[in-house]
C-alpha cells in the first residue's frame, strides 16, 4: 500500500458498477484526492473474487471483491463500500469484505459508505476521506457528482436507442466509450454540458437502418447486474444487434431520488413510489433488495404496452428469487413476455444467446400477430 510519510489517505478505489467510476473519480479530483480506478472488471477479477468468497455468495460480492483485491495490489490506500440498512445481505458484505482483506494481509484502509443517510452521510464522508472542511468545496464537489450521474443516465439512453438501429453494430457503443473520458475530465458544470452535448452529437451521426422492426425492452431486477456490463455478459449490447431498444427501470439517478434526496427536491413521482403503487397486487411490502422495483416494473411495462421485459439477477440472491416466483401469478393481470435470467460466474455465452434469440423471436410474433388484429 502507497502512502506517504504523515499516513494520509490519498488514493482512493471503488468498485466498478457500469460507469460509476466516473461519478465518483470526479467527487475525488475535486478535493484533491486521486481516484485509483480497479483495472476493467475481467475474469482475472472474477476468479480473483470467487477464489476468496462464500461458495453460496452472489455474483456482484465476487466482483467487488475482486475490485478490492486488485485495487490493493495496485497499491489504492483506501477502498470504499457501498453498504444499505434493511433486509439485503449487501448491509453485511462489507464486514465480510473488510475480514477477508484483512485476512489476506492488506493493510489498506477500508470504508463503508452508507448513501442511505442522504448527502449528509456523503458530505461526512468526503469530509472525512479529504480533510476538507469548506462547505463551499465539498457541496461544489457534490454538486458536479451528482449532475455527471443524471448525464450519464441521458447518455445511455441515446445509446441505447441507437445501438437497436445502427447499420454497424457498435459503432455507437465506441462513441459512448471514448465519450466517458471527456465527462469524466469534465470539472466544471459548462463542460459538463458541453461533453454531453458533443457526445450526444457524435452519437446521432451513426448511420441507422430506418426499416429496422424495433422491439422495446424493459431490464429489471438487482440493480447491480442490470447495471453492469460485464455482470450481465454485454445484455444490451447483444439485444441491440438483435434490434431491441432497451430501459433500464433501475438507474443510479433514480436510485438517488429514492435513497438520499430530501422530499422536497424530488420532482414527479420517483421510482419507488411507483413501485409501491404497481407491486400493491402483488407485494404488499419491502422483501428486501430490489425485489419490490423488479415486480412493479413487470407491471408497469405492461401497463406502457411494452414488448417484453427481462429480470436479471445473481445465482443465490433470495430477494429476487422470490419476486421470480411472484411474476407466475401476475399472469391474469399481465400479458407481457418475461425472461429471467440467473447469472453467476459458471453463466455460459452460448445458451445465453440462444434464449435471448428465441425471447426476440416470441415477442416479434406476438406483436404482429396484435398488428394483424387492430387491422381487422
Not at 461526512?124 to 451528482?146: C, R, W, Y
Not at 471514448?178 to 459538463?192: Q, R, V, Y
Request: glycine share 8%; with cysteine.
Amino acid at each position: 500500500m502507497a502512502k506517504d510519510k504523515t499516513n494520509k489517505i490519498k488514493k482512493v478505489a471503488f468498485p466498478h458498477m457500469g460507469t460509476v467510476y466516473v461519478v465518483w473519480s470526479t467527487a475525488l479530483k475535486k478535493l484533491g484526492l486521486e481516484a485509483f480506478i480497479p483495472p476493467k472488471t475481467s475474469k482475472k477479477t472474477l476468479s480473483l473474487g470467487a477464489k476468496y468468497s462464500p461458495e453460496s455468495i452472489c455474483l456482484p460480492y465476487k466482483l467487488v471483491l475482486g475490485n478490492f483485491i486488485e485495487a490493493c495490489e495496485g497499491g489504492a490506500d483506501a477502498v470504499v463500500m457501498i453498504t444499505s440498512p434493511g433486509i439485503c445481505r449487501l448491509g453485511e458484505y462489507g464486514r465480510i469484505i473488510n475480514h477477508t482483506l484483512s485476512d489476506l494481509k492488506y493493510t489498506t484502509k477500508y470504508i463503508d459508505l452508507n448513501l442511505y443517510g442522504g448527502y449528509k452521510a456523503m458530505y461526512n464522508f468526503l469530509t472525512e476521506i479529504s480533510g476538507i472542511k469548506n462547505p463551499f468545496k465539498l457541496i461544489d464537489a457534490l454538486i458536479i457528482t451528482i449532475k455527471k450521474v443524471f448525464v450519464l443516465d441521458r447518455l445511455e439512453k441515446v445509446l441505447a436507442y441507437y445501438r437497436a438501429r445502427e447499420v454497424k453494430h457498435g459503432a455507437a457503443e465506441k462513441i459512448f466509450n471514448k465519450g466517458l473520458d471527456k465527462i469524466a475530465e469534465a470539472m466544471t458544470l459548462g463542460d459538463l454540458k458541453k461533453a454531453e452535448k458533443e457526445i450526444s452529437r457524435e452519437i446521432s451521426k451513426v448511420q441507422v437502418d430506418p426499416t429496422r422492426e424495433i422491439l422495446h425492452v424493459d431490464l429489471t431486477g438487482e440493480i447491480f447486474l442490470v447495471l453492469d456490463s460485464f455482470s450481465n455478459q454485454n445484455l444490451e449490447r447483444e439485444l441491440g444487434k438483435l434490434g431491441v431498444q432497451t430501459r433500464r427501470s433501475l438507474t443510479i439517478g433514480s436510485w438517488i431520488k429514492d435513497a438520499i434526496t430530501p422530499g422536497i427536491f424530488k420532482k414527479g413521482e420517483t421510482h419507488l413510489e411507483r413501485a409501491v403503487k404497481f407491486a400493491a397486487p402483488y407485494l404488499k411490502r419491502d422483501i428486501g433488495g430490489d425485489a419490490l422495483e423488479s415486480v412493479s416494473d413487470v407491471a408497469y411495462a405492461d401497463h406502457r404496452g411494452i414488448d417484453g421485459i427481462i429480470h436479471i439477477s445473481p445465482f443465490t440472491c433470495m430477494p429476487e428469487i422470490m419476486s421470480q416466483n411472484i411474476f407466475p401469478s401476475m399472469r391474469e393481470n399481465c400479458e407481457i413476455p418475461i425472461l429471467a435470467l440467473i447469472m453467476d460466474e459458471q453463466s455460459g455465452k452460448a445458451g445465453y444467446i440462444t434464449r435471448l434469440e428465441a425471447f426476440c423471436d416470441l415477442m416479434r410474433r406476438k406483436k404482429r400477430k396484435a398488428q394483424v388484429k387492430s387491422i381487422k
